[in-house]
């Protein structure tokens, strides 16, 4: 799926303006990094929001490590239980930038040092503070998009940006339902492909009681409200502005072949 979008003023078909993208500064990823070492209970919430939101790439690297479901089951669930369970920031790095670097790179600190422990605590231990729906993300990593050569790494990064992809069709879906303009949404979002050859505006207009003009307006509106929030969820993921479009490169480059 491709970038796409809505201007910022009002219209019946426009999301509301509380659905608008949040100042750099307030960033769940810059929240972590401001508070460096110190045991922040707001920082330690964001780095909370962003595991919740991220963590299937991490059990799809793990998989194609060539550990079983299980197994990869114990060691996702292990290594999120030493990372926020015990409430340290101490690996937030400002200078490694990207949350996707972190928690890539402490994956794999875990997994050289804690791999054993974190399965003896998965079978006798207390439950992780994230819920994982370890089967959705198998089903996630047996399904989806994948080269047999894939690298652990390269399997990360694409499972990261398909993430990435579903959260902001989500939130952009969450926006037309509250605007109550969900049946608008659900025609027009494979649109956001840049690909309208089996849903012409023309018909698009018909089932909706729009004129084609109409659609084309709204779809274009939808391309960019897409585009606005496809920054923004970048931007929760890096620690300034200026990574914003060279985290977005990487990450399309990571669904092609």
């Known amino acids: ?3 796409c979008s809505t201007p910022s003023h009002a219209s019946p078909a426009q999301p509301s303006p509380s659905g608008s993208p949040r100042p750099f500064a307030t960033t769940r990823w810059t929240a972590v990094l401001q508070a460096g070492r110190g045991e922040d209970t707001a920082a330690h919430a964001a780095l909370e929001e962003l595991c919740r939101s991220y963590w299937p790439p991490l059990y799809a690297y793990v998989r194609r490590l060539g550990y079983s479901p299980p197994d990869a ?8 239980a030493q990372l926020l369970g015990r409430r340290t920031l101490a ?3 400002p200078a490694r930038g990207r949350f996707r670097s972190f928690l890539l790179a402490s994956l794999k600190h875990f997994l050289a040092h804690e791999a054993e422990k974190a399965r ?3 079978r006798g231990g207390p439950a992780p503070p994230v819920s994982l729906d370890l089967d959705t ?3 996630r990593w047996r399904d989806g998009p994948a080269a047999p050569g894939d690298t652990p790494d390269r399997a990360f990064d694409r499972q990261w940006a398909l993430a990435l992809l579903e959260r902001v069709l989500s939130r952009l879906r969450r926006e037309y339902t509250a605007a109550r303009r969900q049946p608008l949404f659900e025609r027009l979002k494979d649109t956001l492909a840049g690909d309208r050859s089996e849903r012409p505006y023309r018909a698009l207009g018909e089932e909706l009681g729009l004129s084609e003009g109409a659609v084309k307006i709204a779809a274009h509106r939808l391309r960019h409200r897409y585009r606005e929030l496809l920054r923004d969820e970048v931007a929760q993921t890096v620690a300034s502005p200026a990574e914003v479009e060279e985290e977005l490169r990487s990450l399309f480059a990571a669904l092609g072949p």
């Open 137 to 139: 993300a198998e089903t």
């Open 1 to 3: 799926m491709s970038c």
């Open 91 to 93: 690996r937030a790095d």
């Open 120 to 122: 003896a605590q998965k």
């Open 73 to 80: 089951q114990d060691l996702t669930q292990g290594f999120f």
